[in-house]
């Protein structure tokens, strides 16, 4: 048996191996706490740790490393599934001061004995007091439900901090990693070109030689290049720099210490930490004044993220294009994360609630991290920003990161900011809220914690596309702002839904009860007051008869649409094409795929028009943009993370993998191809990786071969066909219930199944 564990205080998970009986075991192997490992990885209060610990206490002047600030860290672990259907019945977990109380199986700290259950993740620590600054060891076993007992995992460790909260959110030291480039081209006889194949933020490193220590060099830095050289004018928001050096004699080493820029280093930007340095995004790199020969070697970028294993995830299929943005996007999680929070771009370096939702939930389509997520948001919670609808989403991300890995203690630290952020202070009496009724007081703005008036926003940015006629410009289709606005109660009704479930989770009875009725009562007012019957649409608001393609895909992806009223309302948001940002496109596809329009979801997903994914890499960029081009906001970065949704909805919707259960205790697996193919995907979670591939010959047969990870279950979601159709398992016959277009299986265990369905 085989078993990776967790531990987390917060969010950092511990990975570990768990061998199949306790011979196996004889001679322990250390798992160190190692941030990059691809073979096992660690997890402390649901986040990896990069620096093996050894190191760590013993040169610990030259290393950062992760340290639990929690009095009470949680632990977890992914059961090992060498059979089909394998559930944990129970485990023991040891925790220890010194390794060797656990090389004889024993503890000083806890011995949580053998405790009963098939709970795996979010075991919270019932030991003895932990002190602060000391290193901790720990193991576990399990039993399964064939009564094999696995031995113990091999021995992992973990540090305290210096200052122990009862509640916090650890984070990994940013890393750094040297990168050469692809090529390097000879301009002339004083000029070399060098190409690192994909922007990063970083520094250069470079190796000199002068004859003489009286010449000096110009390095160029930029994120496009014209003509074969760095664009030394580039347009937008797109990065070029220069720096001199002055050479000293013989060969020598130079850093080239990056310029901070006023603007992303400002009091409300997030600053580098210091052990990394100022970085600034490129992809290359020009030396001029400079005739010695430069080998590849001689030229390396510093590339700061944070930690990030790029064997977590995969995707392809059949489909060129859309291989390709699934690897832009997933790129663009990685290279983004340089600041260890979700920030808007480099522009800014300002964490953002609307950019935050959609890095959040393609991070966890891309790697098996958490704390990044939950440390931004509730970043986020005590420093807000200004739109309406970007308070409302902080609701929505603390409920991914409660599905995605079943740890509530953030939801319950929170509770009442999450309360105040669904901003029911600013109700009628029907259910509407409003930021133009004079609801927005002081104590509101105290509750939600900021400090500066709150407006709409629907989309982003309003105005400025250049070319275009004044009531099309902005990126919010024409939308008509009124005092009840369709697309802020869309929002709000979203929060409402989840504030029910939230209070539910933490078994605040009375609390789910009003916001289920407050829910129902808004529903019913929305689709009173702002749906226009005669032409099956919903409008922009109470006051206007305008019908904007976000005042209808946002209540059809938030569950407002009744089933009688979403065809038409689907016609509509196809008749509007792209008409929203690339942020308000993580919403048009939710609506779509939900609504089951798989066809249009392909094909905005596979565009190569002007507002498309395929878009941004044809302009040259290889991070996603803030913007589908230039044209749509001239001031745009070109590395922006709310551009890379597809990173999220790739692996949701297309591919069909969602938590039903919270930390994938029920996993739901639901393909919907359309014409596509073919596609396989690895998907990590917290219990462990989903694999699924697929053959699709539309309308006439499906396969679908799945790996679902021990100690879960999951709902098979097939194609339906007909009655006359055959569904089958493994190739034997079985039965299904339909639910509309699909025919549904469910209770599927652990292990590797093969299902398939023929007209």
């Known amino acids: 048996m085989h078993i990776r564990k967790i531990i987390l205080p917060t969010i950092l998970y511990l990975f570990l191996s768990i061998t199949a009986n306790a011979q196996e075991q004889s001679v322990p192997y250390e798992l160190t706490v190692n941030l990059l490992s691809q073979t096992e990885q660690v997890y402390?209060?649901?986040?990896?740790?990069?620096?093996?610990?050894?190191?760590?206490?013993?040169?610990?002047?030259?290393?950062?490393?992760t340290e639990i600030s929690t009095r009470k860290p949680f632990f977890g672990w992914v059961v090992p599934s060498r059979e089909k259907n394998t559930l944990q019945t129970a485990y023991r977990l040891l925790v220890a001061s010194e390794r060797d109380f656990l090389l004889k199986d024993s503890a000083d700290l806890w011995d949580s004995g053998k405790v009963e259950g098939n709970c795996s993740v979010n075991i919270l620590y019932n030991g003895k007091q932990l002190e602060p600054g000391k290193v901790y060891f720990w193991k576990v076993k399990t039993w399964d439900h064939r009564g094999e007992e696995s031995?113990?995992?091999?021995?992992?460790?973990?540090?305290?901090?210096?200052?122990?909260?009862?509640?916090?959110?650890?984070?990994?030291?940013?890393?750094?990693?040297?990168?050469?480039?692809?090529?390097?081209?000879?301009?002339?006889?004083?000029?070399?070109?060098?190409?690192?194949?994909?922007?990063?933020?970083?520094?250069?490193?470079?190796?000199?030689?002068?004859?003489?220590?009286?010449?000096?060099?110009?390095?160029?830095?930029?994120?496009?290049?014209?003509?074969?050289?760095?664009?030394?004018?580039?347009?937008?928001?797109?990065?070029?720099?220069?720096?001199?050096?002055?050479?000293?004699?013989?060969?020598?080493?130079?850093?080239?210490?990056?310029?901070?820029?006023?603007?992303?280093?400002?009091?409300?930007?997030?600053?580098?930490?210091?052990?990394?340095g100022e970085v600034t995004p490129f992809r290359y790199c020009e030396i001029e004044n400079y005739k010695h020969p430069l080998e590849e070697k001689d030229l390396i970028r510093e590339t700061a993220f944070y930690p990030f294993n790029d064997f977590d995830s995969h995707f392809h299929s059949a489909d060129t294009i859309l291989n390709q943005v699934w690897d832009i996007s997933k790129y663009s999680i990685k290279a983004t994360s340089f600041l260890g929070i979700y920030?808007?771009?480099?522009?800014?370096?300002?964490?953002?609630?609307?950019?935050?939702?959609?890095?959040?939930?393609?991070?966890?389509?891309?790697?098996?991290?958490?704390?990044?997520?939950?440390?931004?948001?509730?970043?986020?919670?005590?420093?807000?920003?200004?739109?309406?609808?970007?308070?409302?989403?902080?609701?929505?991300?603390?409920?991914?990161?409660?599905?995605?890995?079943?740890?509530?203690?953030?939801?319950?630290?929170?509770?009442?900011?999450?309360?105040?952020?669904?901003?029911?202070?600013?109700?009628?009496?029907?259910?509407?809220?409003?930021?133009?009724?004079?609801?927005?007081?002081?104590?509101?703005?105290?509750?939600?914690?900021?400090?500066?008036?709150?407006?709409?926003?629907?989309?982003?940015?309003?105005?400025?596309?250049?070319?275009?006629?004044?009531?099309?410009?902005?990126?919010?289709?024409?939308?008509?702002?009124?005092?009840?606005?369709?697309?802020v109660n869309a929002f709000h009704y979203r929060t409402l839904v989840l504030m029910a479930q939230i209070a539910e989770t933490l078994g605040k009875t009375d609390d789910q009860k009003f916001y289920n009725e407050r829910a129902a009562k808004l529903k019913q007012s929305f689709n009173k007051h702002l749906f226009d019957k005669k032409r099956g649409v919903y409008i922009d608001g109470i006051g206007t008869d305008h019908a904007s393609l976000h005042a209808n895909m946002f209540p059809l992806a938030f569950g407002l649409v009744p089933e009688n009223r979403i065809n038409s309302v689907l016609e509509f948001i196809r008749s509007r094409g792209m008409a929203c940002s690339v942020y308000g496109s993580q919403f048009l596809l939710d609506a779509i795929y939900d609504a089951h329009d798989a066809g249009y979801g392909l094909q905005l997903l596979t565009s190569t028009g002007e507002r498309s994914w395929y878009n941004m890499i044809r302009v040259g960029s290889t991070i996603t943009l803030e913007a589908w081009?230039?044209?749509?906001?001239?001031?745009?970065?070109?590395?922006?993370?709310?551009?890379?949704?597809?990173?999220?909805?790739?692996?949701?919707?297309?591919?069909?993998?969602?938590?039903?259960?919270?930390?994938?205790?029920?996993?739901?697996?639901?393909?919907?191809?359309?014409?596509?193919?073919?596609?396989?995907?690895?998907?990590?979670?917290?219990r462990g990786d989903i694999t699924a591939s697929f053959t699709n010959d539309p309308g006439q047969s499906f396969r679908l071969e799945v790996d679902i990870p021990a100690n879960t279950t999951a709902e098979i979601h097939l194609p339906f066909y007909s009655g006359r159709q055959t569904v089958h398992i493994n190739g034997q016959p079985v039965k299904y219930r339909r639910n509309g277009n699909f025919s549904v299986i469910e209770n599927i265990g652990s292990g590797r199944w093969q299902f398939s369905v023929e007209r």
């Open 343 to 487: 920030i808007d771009g480099d522009r800014e370096r300002i964490p953002y609630e609307a950019d935050a939702l959609i890095n959040q939930l393609s991070h966890y389509g891309v790697a098996r991290d958490y704390s990044m997520a939950r440390y931004t948001h509730e970043y986020l919670i005590r420093k807000p920003t200004w739109p309406t609808e970007w308070h409302l989403q902080s609701v929505l991300i603390a409920w991914e990161d409660y599905m995605y890995t079943g740890n509530k203690l953030s939801l319950a630290h929170f509770y009442e900011d999450l309360q105040a952020k669904t901003l029911i202070a600013l109700s009628d009496e029907r259910g509407f809220i409003s930021t133009r009724t004079g609801k927005v007081t002081p104590e509101v703005l105290q509750s939600i914690h900021f400090n500066g008036q709150i407006r709409d926003i629907v989309d982003w940015p309003h105005t400025g596309i250049l070319g275009l006629e004044k009531e099309e410009s902005g990126e919010t289709d024409g939308f008509v702002f009124t005092d009840i606005n369709t697309v």
């Open 44 to 65: 402390i209060n649901g986040y990896p740790v990069t620096t093996p610990i050894d190191k760590v206490v013993s040169q610990r002047e030259n290393f950062q490393f």
């Open 629 to 686: 081009d230039n044209k749509y906001k001239p001031n745009q970065d070109w590395n922006h993370a709310w551009g890379a949704a597809p990173a999220n909805l790739i692996p949701r919707k297309l591919m069909g993998i969602e938590p039903l259960e919270p930390g994938f205790r029920k996993i739901r697996i639901k393909p919907q191809p359309d014409l596509l193919k073919s596609a396989e995907i690895k998907h990590p979670t917290i």
């Open 151 to 276: 031995g113990f995992s091999g021995i992992s460790a973990f540090k305290t901090a210096q200052n122990l909260a009862d509640y916090a959110t650890d984070r990994y030291p940013i890393q750094k990693q040297d990168e050469y480039p692809v090529k390097i081209n000879r301009i002339d006889e004083m000029r070399y070109f060098a190409d690192f194949g994909k922007a990063s933020f970083g520094r250069v490193r470079v190796n000199l030689y002068s004859d003489t220590g009286t010449d000096s060099v110009t390095i160029h830095l930029g994120e496009t290049e014209k003509n074969g050289e760095v664009n030394r004018s580039p347009e937008a928001s797109i990065r070029y720099s220069q720096y001199k050096i002055r050479l000293d004699k013989g060969w020598k080493t130079y850093v080239v210490a990056i310029r901070p820029d006023k603007r992303n280093t400002g009091p409300q930007a997030v600053l580098m930490p210091e052990y990394i």
